[in-house]
């Protein structure tokens, strides 16, 4: 009787757990690689520069990865004081960059180019833009890749920039 007693309990016991709801997991509070930019919120303005929205580029460990970083004015002009390094490196496409370029900038009249100036010019103390997010200004919008890329777009020109790869258009 014990025998026939116990599997009754243990088919109770598997019914009531079908029976229990499932739980659901909360969406990721970041984005994914497979999703779509998320637009950012944080501290992206500089008081000096009403307007425009800069940001710093992509994190290692949390950290800025460097010093430099990027802007999106309010006429459309998107920039980052920054160049892909002129050198090919593995498999990547050597890129064309004129001697002492350090920026990286287009208009909505004007295509990406890499350009020298004297001062940083888009580089301010603000956020770090994380991977998977982008800011927008107007019709001009900068967005942070996976693996570290920068692209920004305005109008039909624009840049997308690695450390040793970059395209402009």
Known sequence: ?????????????????????????????????DDPYVEAQGHYTSADDPG???FKEAESDGQPVGQWGCGIGPDGTVGCDA??????????PPVDVPPHANQTVATPEQPG???????????R???VLRPGYELVNGGASCAVGWQGSVSCQT???GFTLY???GETH
């Open 52 to 54: 425009w929205i800069y």
């Open 163 to 165: 450390s040793i790869w």
């Open 83 to 92: 160049v892909p390094y002129p050198t090919q490196i593995g498999d990547a």
């Open 1 to 33: 009787m014990s025998l026939s007693r116990s599997a009754v309990l243990m088919a109770l016991f598997t019914l009531a757990l079908g029976a229990a709801p499932v739980a659901a997991a909360d969406p990721p509070s970041t984005p994914q690689p």
């Open 113 to 123: 180019q890499y350009r020298h100036s004297d001062t940083l010019t888009f580089t």
């Open 155 to 157: 109008g039909d020109h």
């Open 125 to 127: 103390n603000v956020d």
